[in-house]
C-alpha cells in the first residue's frame, strides 16, 4: 500500500469525492455539506452532468483516482445502487493502493448496519446482490465492512446537520493540512474572511479572474493572503507569492535603473517565471514571453501590497497571457491602484466587531479566547485603546503578555496617551505613501479638527484653503485612510492618534504648530498672548 505522501498535489484534480445515494442526501445533508466546502475553498467532485448507468463511467472512476479524500455517505438506500457499491470498490482499491483517505458518514442509521449488512440497509443490499454474481456480492461485503470500521461520524450522535457538517469539513481541512497554520492562529475570523473571497474568486469557473484584497493599514490583508495562497497554491499547475523583497532581491542589480528600463523587466521577469515555473535559470529574449510560457497554464499569482503599476504591466498586465481557470490576487491598500488595472471583484477588509476584536487580542495576550477572571473590563478597554485594528491588537497584546493586572493598569494609563511605535511606523506608511501635500494637509485636519463630521460641511470649511478638497477626500478614501458613511467622514482612531503625532512634532512650541488640539497647550499660549499684550500695552502707556 502507498503512504499518502506518495500522492503529489500537482496530481490532484478535487479535495473531496462525495459517494452518496441521490434519493437519501442530495437536497438535504449533501447540498449543505459541499455548500460549507465552498465556503472553506475545498473543491469536490460534483457528478450533476454525469448520466448513470449500469456501470462505473471511466469520467467518474478518474474522479475518484484524482480525489485526495472520499466521503463515503452511508444511507438506507446506499446499497440499493450498484453504482454506489461499485464505487466503493473503487475507492477501496484507490485507499490500498494511492493512500486516499477515507471518510465514512453514517445518515440516519446505525454503523453496524453497514458493518454487518443488516436491518433495512442490509435488505436493500440483498436485493441489488440478487443481480450479481457471488464473488461480486463477495467484494461488495468486503469493501463495506472495511470502509464501515473506520474512523467516522454518526448522525445520530449529533445535536443538528449544522454542526456535523462544519466538524466534518474542519476535519477534511485538517486532513488536507489547509487548516491556518499556527502564524495564523490567533487572527480570529479568518475563517469568514476566507468564505467571503471564495465568492469572488469562484475557483470552479474556467475564467482568468483578477481579484483586489484592499484595507488600512495593519487590519490584516497580508494574512488572509497568505491563508489563501497556502489553501489555493495546490490546486495549479503554478504559483508565486510576490511581496516588495521579491521584486527588491529581483532588482538589486538595477537599484539606480529607470524603473521602465526593459532590462530591469526582463530580469523581472525571468525570477517571476523560474519561481512560477519552478526551474532555474530560465532565458528569455522579451517581454511577451510570459504569455507565451504561462496560457496554457493554469496559475496562482498573489502580489502582496506592490503597488507599482510598472512591475504589475510587467508581470500581470492582460489575463489572457495565463490558462483557464488561472487567479490572479492583488492585495492593496489604494483602490485607485486597482481600478487603474481595471479589477472590479474588491474585498474590502473591514474592521472586526467588538466582540471578534476581544477575541482577538485575548489570544494574543492571553493564549485564549476570553480574559482571565477580573479582566474582562481591562482588556475590553485595552482592546479599545487598538481601535479594534488587527495589528494594533497583536501589538498591544505581545506587549502585554505575561504581565501582573497591577502592571496592566499602570500601562492602559500610558496607551491611552499614545501610540505603540509599531503600530504608529505601521500606519506611517499610508500617510507617507500620499503623493500630494494637499492630501496630507487634508488628512491632518480631519485627524485633528474634523473626524466624525459630514462631508459637505467639511467642503465648506475648507473651501478657500486651496487643498482641492474634493479629490482629496477621494484620494484619502482610496488609500483607505478614511471611509465615508452616510455622508460622515471616518477616521480610525489609531490613525487619527498618528495625525495628531504628525502636528504635535512639528515644532516643539506650541504655538508654532498648525493645530492646538491639548487643552493645556492652549491654555499656556493663550496666557502668553495676554501676557504679552499686556506687556505691550504698559510698554505703550
Given at each position: 500500500m502507498a503512504s499518502s505522501s506518495s500522492f503529489s498535489p500537482r496530481n490532484w484534480v478535487y479535495d473531496v469525492f462525495p459517494s452518496f445515494s441521490g434519493e437519501d442526501v442530495r437536497i438535504t445533508f449533501l447540498s449543505h455539506f459541499l455548500k460549507e466546502l465552498n465556503r472553506k475553498l475545498i473543491i469536490s467532485f460534483k457528478d450533476n452532468e454525469i448520466e448513470r448507468s449500469q456501470s462505473l463511467d471511466p469520467e467518474l472512476k478518474q474522479a475518484i483516482r484524482t480525489s485526495r479524500i472520499a466521503v463515503v455517505m452511508f444511507s438506507e438506500k446506499y446499497a440499493s445502487s450498484s453504482w454506489c457499491l461499485d464505487e466503493l470498490l473503487e475507492i477501496v482499491k484507490c485507499k490500498e493502493e494511492l493512500g486516499q483517505l477515507v471518510v465514512p458518514v453514517f445518515y440516519g442509521l446505525d454503523p453496524s448496519h453497514v458493518r454487518k449488512q443488516t436491518g433495512k440497509f442490509g435488505e436493500a443490499f440483498a436485493k441489488t446482490c440478487q443481480r450479481r454474481t457471488e464473488d461480486e456480492t463477495k467484494l461488495w461485503r468486503q469493501s463495506l465492512t472495511d470502509v464501515a470500521n473506520l474512523l467516522g461520524y454518526h448522525s445520530l450522535n449529533w445535536p443538528n446537520e449544522a454542526k456535523m457538517i462544519e466538524a466534518i469539513a474542519n476535519d477534511i481541512l485538517a486532513k488536507l493540512n489547509l487548516a491556518p497554520s499556527k502564524d495564523f492562529e490567533d487572527f480570529v475570523g479568518m475563517e469568514d474572511h476566507i468564505a467571503k473571497m471564495s465568492v469572488l474568486l469562484d475557483l470552479e469557473s474556467e475564467e482568468v479572474r483578477m481579484v483586489g484584497i484592499w484595507g488600512t493599514s495593519g487590519v490584516g490583508k497580508t494574512s488572509i493572503a497568505r491563508v489563501l495562497y497556502n489553501q489555493l497554491s495546490r490546486q495549479f499547475q503554478g504559483s508565486v507569492f510576490i511581496d516588495r523583497a521579491f521584486v527588491s532581491k529581483s532588482l538589486e542589480i538595477y537599484k539606480s535603473a529607470n524603473p521602465d528600463d526593459y532590462n530591469m523587466k526582463l530580469h523581472l521577469l525571468r525570477n517571476f517565471l523560474s519561481e512560477i515555473l519552478d526551474k532555474k535559470d530560465i532565458r528569455i529574449d522579451c517581454l511577451g514571453e510570459v504569455e507565451e510560457r504561462l496560457k496554457h497554464r493554469k496559475v496562482l499569482i498573489l502580489i502582496d501590497d506592490l503597488d507599482d503599476q510598472v512591475v504589475l504591466d510587467t508581470l500581470v498586465g492582460q489575463t489572457q497571457w495565463f490558462g483557464s481557470g488561472s487567479r490572479i490576487i492583488l492585495v492593496t491598500k489604494d483602490k485607485h491602484f486597482l481600478r487603474a488595472h481595471r479589477i472590479d471583484l474588491i474585498y474590502e477588509v473591514c474592521?472586526?466587531?467588538?466582540?471578534?476584536?476581544?477575541?482577538?487580542?485575548?489570544?494574543?495576550?492571553?493564549?485564549?479566547?476570553?480574559?482571565?477572571?477580573?479582566?474582562?473590563?481591562?482588556?475590553?478597554?485595552?482592546a479599545l485603546c487598538a481601535g479594534n485594528l488587527p495589528?494594533?491588537?497583536?501589538?498591544?497584546?505581545?506587549?502585554?503578555?505575561?504581565?501582573?493586572?497591577?502592571?496592566?493598569?499602570?500601562?492602559?494609563?500610558?496607551?491611552?496617551?499614545?501610540?505603540?511605535?509599531?503600530?504608529?511606523?505601521?500606519?506611517?506608511?499610508?500617510?507617507?505613501?500620499?503623493?500630494?501635500?494637499?492630501?496630507?494637509?487634508?488628512?491632518?485636519?480631519?485627524?485633528?479638527?474634523?473626524?466624525?463630521?459630514?462631508?459637505?460641511?467639511?467642503?465648506?470649511?475648507?473651501?478657500?484653503?486651496?487643498?482641492?478638497?474634493?479629490?482629496?477626500?477621494?484620494?484619502?478614501?482610496?488609500?483607505?485612510?478614511?471611509?465615508?458613511?452616510?455622508?460622515?467622514?471616518?477616521?480610525?482612531?489609531?490613525?487619527?492618534?498618528?495625525?495628531?503625532e504628525i502636528v504635535r512634532a512639528q515644532s516643539d512650541e506650541p504655538g508654532e504648530r498648525e493645530f492646538l488640539m491639548d487643552s493645556k497647550d492652549i491654555c499656556d499660549l493663550l496666557e502668553d498672548n495676554t501676557k504679552f499684550t499686556l506687556r505691550s500695552g504698559m510698554n505703550e502707556g
Open positions: 474592521l472586526p466587531s467588538q466582540e471578534l476584536a476581544l477575541q482577538m487580542f485575548c489570544r494574543y495576550t492571553f493564549r485564549q479566547n476570553f480574559p482571565p477572571d477580573g479582566l474582562m473590563e481591562l482588556a475590553s478597554e485595552v495589528l494594533g491588537l497583536k501589538v498591544l497584546g505581545s506587549y502585554l503578555r505575561g504581565r501582573e493586572k497591577e502592571d496592566l493598569i499602570d500601562i492602559l494609563s500610558r496607551l491611552r496617551n499614545g501610540l505603540d511605535g509599531k503600530i504608529e511606523k505601521t500606519l506611517r506608511v499610508s500617510y507617507d505613501g500620499l503623493n500630494d501635500k494637499k492630501d496630507k494637509a487634508i488628512f491632518r485636519h480631519i485627524a485633528c479638527l474634523f473626524n466624525g463630521k459630514n462631508v459637505n460641511e467639511i467642503k465648506l470649511l475648507l473651501a478657500h484653503s486651496g487643498l482641492d478638497v474634493n479629490i482629496g477626500l477621494k484620494n484619502l478614501v482610496d488609500k483607505s485612510l478614511i471611509h465615508v458613511r452616510e455622508d460622515i467622514v471616518e477616521m480610525h482612531s489609531l490613525l487619527q492618534e498618528m495625525g495628531k
